[in-house]
């Protein structure tokens, strides 16, 4: 089975399309879910590992989804607005 983005893995925010203060704030918004951890050993600061939650393990997929749109949501907000 392929790996999905949604359920495993690094995932790299293009900091051009995912501004760090949309990451941080989206972070914060879901910090009873699941952590953004900084991939290690990589030299690109926009490298990250969703670790959803134990207590949330179930819904993994579905909250690393949600997460992620919501980066994008508050990503087109900022670029719309800064137009």
């Not at 790996?3 to 918004?29: E, F, H, K, N, R």
């Not at 490298?47 to 690393?64: H, K, Q, Y």
Request: negative net charge; contains cysteine.
């Amino acid at each position: 089975m392929a790996t999905s983005l949604l359920t495993t893995g690094p995932i790299t925010l293009d900091p051009t399309v995912y501004p760090q203060s949309c990451v941080s704030a989206a972070a914060t918004a879901y910090a009873e879910f699941l952590q953004l951890n900084p991939v290690p050993d990589t030299d690109r600061s926009n490298d990250f590992e969703i670790v959803i939650l134990p207590a949330f393990a179930s819904n993994g997929a579905r909250l690393r989804g949600e997460f992620l749109n919501y980066v994008l949501d508050l990503s087109i907000q900022h670029h719309v607005r800064c137009e």
